[in-house]
């Protein structure tokens, strides 16, 4: 069975910081993997999703995420954070025999400071 | 495109009572449709996969009886939540896949049982 891990809970950083948020899978195949942002009370927003092909993904609201196959790793990436990334992110996966069907990490809540 | 509308956005029910929620692919045909619930400050459960024209696939320990889905047409599938208790509050998400390997999520209902 497919998991994903999120390995930090809850992550602070000041406004113009970097961010990285990890996540890792097991999967016995390399799956399809997706990023997603949650605000309180609201649907999921995608960020950004990897198929195949170029391992470096860029998405929505200037993140970015990098495949590593060797790490079974898809860590979310953003270079100067903004006051309104605060939110849940989440990271996801799915089979490449059964797209559609996802695996949600614990997710990571995100505090921006001023 | 690829908009996945949920009815109600938010709804409220006396204990013992049934609720439905509908799910709706806008401007597609979904082949699959999943269904998820999300508890407070807790991640997204994949409770089942629904496909067009046949039952539903439940994932262990979701009791099909009280989780009733309906996916009569390739643009609607429906959960129903029967006898609903107060540990049935909960974000209910659901998503849609066509033909590629994604799914598209709705923007969630969240049922409150009183």
């Known amino acids: 069975a497919q998991s994903v891990t999120q390995p930090d809970i809850h992550i602070t950083v000041s406004e113009g910081a970097s961010l990285e948020l990890r996540c890792n899978y097991s999967y016995g195949a390399t799956p399809y993997l997706f990023w997603y942002v949650q605000s309180p009370g609201q649907g999921l927003q995608l960020l950004l999703k990897?198929?195949?092909?170029?391992?470096l993904v860029q998405g929505i609201k200037g993140f970015e995420a990098e495949f590593k196959r060797s790490q079974s790793s898809f860590n979310l990436r953003k270079p100067s954070v903004h006051w309104s990334d605060a939110a849940e992110y989440f990271c996801a996966v799915s089979p490449n025999t059964n797209a559609g069907k996802s695996t949600f990490g614990d997710g990571t809540t995100l505090t921006v400071k001023p | 495109g690829a908009v996945v509308s949920q009815h109600p956005s938010w709804v409220i029910c006396k204990s013992g009572t049934s609720v439905k929620i509908e799910c709706r692919s806008l401007?597609?045909?979904?082949?699959?449709m999943f269904w998820y619930r999300q508890f407070p400050k807790q991640s997204l459960m994949l409770m089942a996969t629904?496909?067009?024209?046949?039952?539903?696939?439940?994932e262990q320990g979701v009791e099909k009886d009280k989780f009733l889905i309906n996916h009569a047409s390739l643009t609607l599938s429906t959960l129903t939540v029967t006898s609903a208790h107060p540990e049935d509050s909960s974000f209910y998400i659901c998503?849609?896949?066509?033909?590629?390997?994604?799914?598209?999520f709705g923007q969630g209902t969240r049922l409150t049982v009183v």
């Open positions: 401007d597609f045909q979904a082949t699959t």
């Open positions: 990897y198929f195949s092909g170029d391992t």
């Open positions: 629904s496909n067009e024209g046949s039952k539903a696939t439940y």
């Open positions: 998503s849609a896949r066509v033909d590629r390997p994604e799914a598209f």
